[in-house]
């Protein structure tokens, strides 16, 4: 999968007067590719869970966000680590009362 280096968004093959290029979901960005690449993209394609993806992209594509940084991925595990701490404490005090 590429992704837009404008904004992030999905990038999806698509036809352009006979070029093979990439075309971002969200902000109509177009990428020319080498036909080995398209190729590539057309294999992929054929994968139902893709073509799902894709379509889901292209459906909610205003809904749609960039993939996570590993940062961001990370930030969110520590927070539920902290609920879960939280809720786990919350329980041993209750039971000492
Ligand atoms: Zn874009």
Redesign the pocket.
């Given at each position: 999968m590429k992704f837009?280096p404008?904004?992030?968004?999905l990038m999806i093959p698509a036809k352009q007067e006979n070029k093979s290029v990439l075309k971002?979901t969200?902000?109509?960005?177009v990428e020319e590719v080498s036909a080995e690449t398209a190729r590539e993209y057309r294999l992929v394609e054929r994968s139902p869970a893709e073509e799902r993806t894709i379509t889901t992209s292209v459906v909610s594509k205003a809904k749609w966000k960039p993939p996570k940084t590993s940062e961001e991925w990370e930030q969110e595990r520590e927070e539920y680590r902290e609920i879960l701490q939280e809720l786990l404490q919350q329980e041993l005090e209750g039971l000492e009362e």
């Open positions: 837009c404008k904004c992030g968004g971002c969200r902000c109509g960005h």
